[in-house]
């Protein structure tokens, strides 16, 4: 059995993080923990998300505790087999170099929303080495380069030396290579190493900064591609008559919690939900998971990128109570206390782009849901108002009669309020 | 044939029936791993058609190889250690009975499936030929070997392309353990050669003069570019298919009536004694130097370095990556 | 460099060998030619890959011989033994199951049984696969049987290109090397450089860079699987490194295990059928190197375990193409 011993550090989420502080250990010294379990969260700035353990085994050291703040890099624990000694994590902590950042390259973890994919740089991921390794500077970190394409470098002459190419994460691509000697050709000396041209035809050209991707966008990111690729999308749109929605809205102004439009559209269409359980479900390859309630998830706009909640047992809620849950969810939504599985379980998603004048739009169906609501702004013209609602539907779910029923019914109660 | 030539022929024909004699002492001690499978009683044939080539010329043999092998000029001592699987062996242990070679002798190999040879002296013989070169190429192949479709092939590729080659067929009678009676619808081995474009002739494999002679023919119009050509020698086998064989096919009986009436040494001894052209003394003294040959073979067998488990991945390829 | 088929930059890769080297000669049905009435006929191979060679090196070095495969292999491993480059030709990959003894037990073997005595410098070229109609006798691969035989070299071009370069590198190799034409390619047109140039063995190539998924594929699966990624790319924004290791003896597991780290997923397609073969070889080195690696199950895209069927619509049904790939990527990305 080989000695292998992994640091746990502060991560670095967000190009600007500098430091994070540890609000809580998930597991304790001595616990056995696997690669890609949660197992700190840290607080940024931005963002407060939770750590992935780097490997398996035990956790054999906690360096820093609940309540301290350390730099990113920092060394916070340490997780190793059994069979490393005390001495063994000693000699290690006492030579953990924290790794540095290098110019236009940073090293990330990915935090459990994403996937538990190691990070693509070698930085600090669980070292596949089975000697006790301290990780590698990050600033070292290589970009990616595909062994046929390094040996059309080596055959071509070019030095891949600081070279970044135009693939993601710089990798260098045979483009690039090819490119390179092409642009030396009939040059001496060592290669000046160019990953994009600064002149075209004698004019500027700005280079664009990198920057990278982080967790949260990485997990949405992967998410959407994952409902385009996977599911088979129709759309159904209805314009609905406003007016009613906006006088009962301006009927509430005067008392206390007045609630939106939105509000009215959520409540409303949590009580329809469970009468089209097609609709209200989620999909699975065996079959449809069928909800006797409506649990909706509420697109919230962040810096970071849309995250939505879920308003569990819409359909229960009076809509005074749903108006103030809302409400609430948005706030914690904004302050970075999203608990955790608060975004999970929703069978029925409702986003709305009327605030910035949005007529009409799709939405992208999150999986494993079947439907998607998408609201637009009201549009008045003389006299009326309307506004514009596309459902989106899964179509193994939900065929067109199905959506095109629950859409009627829901204008109808809209227009009926 | 010179009297030296004559000393030279006898000095091989000894040193195949000794080595013989003393690798089935020597395998049923256990110290021999696998099968052998023992030549003795043939020795004529092969040194009969040796006599006639030089290291450039290229032979190759059967799982019954240990006698071409002596024959062509291959090392005893070399060829012991590889019985013995020594690092030390002709093929350095890799090889072992049935895969001995020489390619500084043109050896190209005792070569383990039946009729695979034939093609691959054609091969030899076809190499000759593009490079102008004056050697020739021999298969050996067994009686029950002339049923398999490979040596048609070769003999028809060799006449068609006019070869310098010869087909040598060693008619024991017993392919493994079923005679030949039973299993070549046309007995007259020969004739099938013939029909293949090609002359063949039959000899007595037990009288090394006349198997001397015929390959000196065969020869002879090989590297004159007249083609190839086919010698059938008849002679037993005194020993099973294998050791180990329980030889239930023939009689102990039949077998010692063999060794009596069917044995070159003898033969040869007695011609050579008759004619006056060699003296018992001198043969005398190449049984001794032989004997004290076989010995020190063995012995140097047991003491020679034995192989590791690294020379397992040795020479798969000249250079794979 | 001028746009030539793969027929015909094999073409060149002979004339270029034949006129470098005179140990090389040519032997196999039909590949040269003969005399009739002291005129040269050249017949120049069945598929024409050794038009020319007769005319201008004669019957020599370009050997026609009877329908004999076991003594064409043999008589050419016999030739290497005695130091010559023979460059053999067995007209359909399916006819060595009549010379596999020359292949597996005596070619093979022969470095190795007799401890490094001799080299056999043998190229036995073939034509390989489907997509000719050409029936269950001449349309199967057998390069992933050869593959499991040390002592074997094997390869198998899949363009033009690497074709020329690929041959160029087997016939000056010491080795004894399996040469895999894929019939359906001969017409297959690409920039060839005039000059002689060699590919070495061991050395994959990529025609497709991407982040997502790695697909591996031989002969002309390749040509499919980049089909396969171009559509991916262009429709579902998913990109994948298209991996062609050209010589399956010895394999670049290196470029292989560096995608499968980087993606995370693996695609393995042949159009030999599912057992034994290069999918499950592949597949079983990265399970076993790169497990870790790995964020979904692996994928193969094969043939059925059938024989190869000679009516269009089934020998179609019966070859993978871009559309199975592509639903294999999308497993693989589930």
Known sequence: MSTKISAVIVPKWGLEMTEGTISAWLKNTGDEVERGEPLLEVESEKIVNSVDAPATGVLRRILLEAGNAGTVGTLVGIIANADSSEQDIDAFVASFRAPTVGEGITATIEASAAASAAPMFAAVAAPRETESTAPAAAGSAPVRISPPVRRLAESLGVSLEGLRGSGPNGRILQEDVERVAAERAGGAGHAVAVATPTMVEGREIEQPQLVPWNATRRAIAKKMLESVREIPHFYLVMDVDARPLQTLRASFKTSGVAPSINDLIVHTTARLLPQYPAVNANYSESGLLSFAHAHIAIAVATDDGVLAPVLRFANRLELAELTQMVAELRGRVTERRLGKGELDGASFTISNLGMYGVREFTSIITAPQCASLAVGAIRSSGDGATLSLTLSCDHRAIDGATGAAFLRDLRNALEGV | MTRDQLLGAYRRLRLLREFEERTRVEFQTGQIAGFTHLYAGMEAIAVGVCEHLTDDDKIISTHRGHGHCLAKGCDPIAMMKELWGSTEGLCRGKGGTMHIADFSRGMLGANAVVGAGAPIAVGAALASSIMDASWVAVSFVGDGGTNIGSVYEAMNLAVVLRLPKIFVIEDNGWGEMTPIDNVAGNRDLAGRAAAMGMPAVSVDGVDFFAVHAAAGVAVSRARSGEGPSTIVASAPRFYGHHEGDPQLYRSREDVAELRRREDCLPRFIDRVSTSGELTSAELSVVDEEIALLMDSAVEQSKAAPRPTAENVLQDVYVRYR | ?334
């Not at chain 3, 410098?121 to 109609?133: C, F």
């Not at chain 3, 690497?162 to 920039?191: H, M, Q, S």
């Open chain 3, 1 to 334: 460099m001028t746009i030539k088929s793969m027929r015909d930059a094999l073409n060149e890769a002979l004339h270029h060998e034949f006129a470098r080297d005179p140990r090389v000669f040519l032997i196999g049905e039909d590949v040269g030619g003969f005399e009739k009435d002291g005129v040269p006929v050249e017949i120049g191979g069945v598929f024409g890959v050794s038009k020319g060679l007769y005319r201008q090196y004669g019957r020599k070095r370009v050997i026609d011989t009877p329908i004999s495969e076991a003594a064409i292999i043999g008589a050419a491993s016999g030739a290497a033994l005695c130091g010559l480059r023979p460059v053999a030709e067995i007209m359909f990959a399916d006819l060595t199951a009549v010379c596999f003894d020359q292949i597996v037990n005596q070619i093979a073997k022969f470095r190795y049984m007799f401890g490094g005595q001799c080299a056999c410098p043998v190229v036995i070229r073939m034509t390989t696969g489907g997509g000719r109609n050409a029936g269950a006798q001449h349309s199967q691969t057998f390069y992933p049987i050869f593959t499991s035989f040390p002592g074997l070299k094997v390869v198998v071009p899949s363009n033009a290109y690497d074709a020329k370069g690929l041959l160029i590198t087997a016939i000056r190799d010491e080795d004894p090397v399996l040469f895999f034409e894929p019939k359906v390619l001969y017409t297959e047109k690409c920039d060839v450089p005039d000059e002689a140039y060699s590919i070495p063995f061991g050395e994959a190539a990529m025609p497709r860079e991407g982040e997502d998924v790695t697909i591996v594929a031989f002969g002309q699966a390749v040509n499919w699987s980049v089909q396969a990624a171009d559509e991916l790319r262009k429709s579902r924004g998913i990109r994948c490194d298209v991996i062609d290791p050209r010589t399956p003896s010895p394999l670049d597991e290196e470029t292989i295990l560096e995608s499968v780290a980087a993606t995370g997923r693996l695609v393995v397609v042949d159009e030999s059928p599912p057992r034994c073969g290069l999918t499950a070889d592949i597949a079983a080195l990265v399970a076993d190197k790169a497990f870790h690696d790995l964020k979904a199950p692996i994928k193969t895209v094969t043939a059925p375990h059938t024989p190869v069927p000679q009516a269009r619509e089934l020998e179609r049904a019966y070859l993978p193409n871009p559309r199975r790939i592509i639903a294999a990527v999308e497993e693989a990305l589930r």
